[in-house]
């Protein structure tokens, strides 16, 4: 099974930061990664897919970069409303699986 | 409206089984690989398994953590998904998402697009 990795676990971070999460993949998956948002007591939505293809509707500030095993999801200046819980998917192989979460907090 | 809505959660005993409903509305479920995935409370996304489409064989693919005690299945006419568990356990105790891929078939990539807000299942004696 392919392992994924996030990091860090939590951030606490201001409105207006720039951050990113990092993810990495326990072999390599080319490009098939997804990221999606959490926040609390909704489901996720996907916000990134094929690595760093922004999905219809997600704001610019959203952009995401990697390839292989290493993989990062930045959010250019942060809004109240990008605080929330991230988490990266692989696709790549026939058994999908997520990293454990990077939670962002506010400062 | 796209929609997915769950249904059948509920409290069983360990070693107990049961079975979740998704009823899709707003799309035909028989477009699309649906996908099982589960949050247990406070903890991250776990992906349990998928169900792909006719043109696949209704292929089903099942994580390794519920492989041979979880069964995923579809009712194309009911546009409807499903989750079988048995011989669940205490570590089974989770929100149960049900969610549609969205898969291109000429670039292999696929996501979860559409997801519903849940099903909670709780294994406790």
């Known amino acids: 099974d392919i392992q994924m990795t996030q990091s860090p676990s939590s951030l606490s971070a201001s409105v207006g930061d720039r951050v990113t999460i990092t993810c990495r993949a326990s072999q390599n998956i080319a490009n098939y990664l997804n990221w999606y948002q959490q926040k609390p007591g909704r489901a996720p939505k996907v916000l990134i897919f094929?690595?760093?293809r922004l999905q219809t509707g997600v704001p610019s500030r959203f952009s995401a970069y990697g390839s292989g095993t290493e993989f990062t999801l930045t959010i250019a200046s942060l809004q109240p409303e990008d605080f929330a819980t991230y988490y990266c998917?692989?696709?790549?192989?026939?058994?999908?699986?997520f990293g454990q979460g990077t939670k962002l907090e506010i400062k | 409206e796209e929609q997915l809505l769950e249904s059948g959660g509920g409290l069983v005993k360990p070693g107990g089984s049961l079975r979740l409903s998704c009823a899709a509305s707003g799309f035909s479920v028989k477009d699309f690989y649906m996908d099982w995935v589960r949050q247990a409370p406070g903890k991250g996304l776990e992906w349990v398994g998928r169900s792909k489409t006719k043109a696949y064989n209704h292929t089903v693919d099942h994580a390794a953590s519920v492989q041979g005690r979880f069964t995923i299945s579809r009712d194309d006419s009911k546009n409807s998904l499903y989750l079988q568990m048995s011989g669940l356990r205490s570590e089974d105790t989770a929100l149960y998402y049900c969610?549609?891929?969205?898969?291109?078939?000429?670039?292999?990539?696929?996501?979860?697009?559409?997801w519903g807000q849940g099903s909670l299942v709780i294994v406790s004696s």
């Open positions: 969610a549609r891929t969205y898969y291109d078939p000429w670039s292999g990539y696929f996501w979860l697009d559409i």
């Open positions: 998917q692989q696709t790549f192989s026939t058994l999908h699986s």
């Open positions: 094929a690595a760093s």
